[in-house]
């Protein structure tokens, strides 16, 4: 056994230990909140991180995948050029097929 | 403190059955000793106070697996011990830290704590220095017993050690003290 501290700092009186015991037992019948289990040790706030971190890591990516990509579209559709061709090429998904930029310019040089 | 003449056992039983005013009976009847053994184990008041309700938590979320052929001193005193030790091993671990860091640990440890009355007595002086020269186990049961008034059975219960161990620890003590006491008068 390790060496045992004397234990003079503990009051030895009838009020002393009805009021620890009161204090006590509250605090045992009380359901266990979230700070509580935070207070328990550190495995509770590694465990806490961890879930942060995860939980960080997924908001940054639906947002790059959703989000993102919605103001990709915005700054395409501003940005893009204002003759049909340079439209086509900025706001289409695919590269446009050659007839179309051949039909895009020819309706453009009619006057 | 008010008599209840229910066993722990009934208690525990009225307890696990969401009775919370016979857990607080039963939290009244073991407080005190618990919190020594607490105290005997972290040497502070503060601590031994948490150990004791995270003890009594633990007990009262475990109130089902209670095994009611045995008796409850044991199976609480085992959850204040084993809480008591992390305690322990936690505040070695702040110690290394502090020696590391360069904190002169020695001076933290010998400073005085305020709660603690120093008597001048010349008497008192030699108890406690014969008291200091007493092995671990023969002080701490020489406290509880002849200090603090808990029975043999219970000191015994407290440190997970047999009854008359705890009765040669303190007789030892004992002799010893009153070897250290003669001595010097």
Known sequence: MPEPFDTTSIPDDEPYWDALAARVALAAVREPVASDWLSSGTTPWIAAAALACAASLVLALVLSSTAGRGMDNVWSASLAPRDAVGRTFASGDAPPGIGEILVASQAEARP | MASDDRSDSELIARSASGDDTAFGVLVRRHIRAATLLAAQMTGDRDEAEDVAQNAFTAVHRRLSEFDHARPFPAWLFGIVRHIAERVRARNARRMRLWHRWGTRSDD??????????????????????????????????????????????????????????????????????????????
């Open chain 2, 108 to 185: 933290l440890a010998s400073t005085p704590r305020p709660d603690v009355h120093l008597d001048a007595a010349r008497e008192l002086e030699v108890v406690y220095h014969a008291m200091r020269a007493l092995s671990p186990m023969q002080r701490a049961c020489f406290e509880l017993v002849a200090v603090r008034n808990v029975t043999p059975a219970d000191a015994a219960a407290m440190h997970g050690i047999s009854e008359s161990t705890v009765r040669q620890h303190v007789f030892r003590a004992r002799r010893a003290l009153r070897a250290a006491v003669g001595d010097e008068s």
